[in-house]
């Protein structure tokens, strides 16, 4: 493929793997340089400098023209075999051993009962959040209650739990 000096100056070169090579050709067609470029993308401003006005750029192998003007990408022709791959034509994809299936049955089933055991455990979660009470606060007596306390009792009753609380006392400091 051939490109103006303009063209060229606005192109970038993407060259392949190793490497590839641009000539110059004057107006009568014949090649005034060939410079190697290396792999990767390349400024064509860079390499006008070095044409007389007039000649023109080849891409010779593995370079790729990123036009700017109106163009979007002109590749470098390779005839026939540009349409050849490497794909095999009668490969068929094999199916599916039997072990394979029965592994693909586990893991279905597996991921089905985590996802039920999870279910579960968010329903749970809810219940106990639900049933969650606030803690009850159970106040140590102190003398003023228990005063209290046996004043609203009756005289008897009052005597008969000042009673109990003092063999609790000595109970527990006997042991």
Avoid: W
């Avoid at 090649?31 to 470029?37: A, C, D, K, R």
């Avoid at 007039?54 to 540009?82: M, P």
Wanted: hydrophobic content about 35%; charged content about 25%; overall charge negative.
């Amino acid at each position: 493929m051939k490109l103006t000096q303009r063209e060229f100056a606005a192109a970038k070169l993407a060259v392949a793997h190793p490497g590839g090579n641009i000539a110059c050709v004057d107006e009568k067609g014949e090649t005034q340089f060939v410079l190697g470029l290396t792999p990767g993308v390349h400024e064509g401003i860079g390499y006008v400098r070095y044409a007389n006005k007039g000649d023109t750029f080849e891409l010779v192998e593995n370079v790729t023209a990123l036009l700017a003007s109106g163009r979007r990408v002109q590749t470098q022709g390779y005839g026939a075999a540009a349409f050849n791959t490497a794909a095999n034509p009668e490969y068929k994809p094999t199916k599916a051993s039997p072990e394979h299936l029965e592994l693909m049955k586990v893991v279905k089933a597996a991921t089905a009962q985590n996802k039920a055991n999870e279910r579960r455990m968010a329903n749970m979660e809810k219940v106990l959040r639900s049933q969650a009470r606030e803690p009850q606060v159970i106040e140590e007596e102190t003398n003023e209650t228990t005063q209290r306390q046996e004043a609203q009792e009756s005289p008897e009753t009052a005597r008969e739990t000042r009673e109990t609380r003092e063999q609790n006392v000595n109970e527990t400091q006997t042991e």
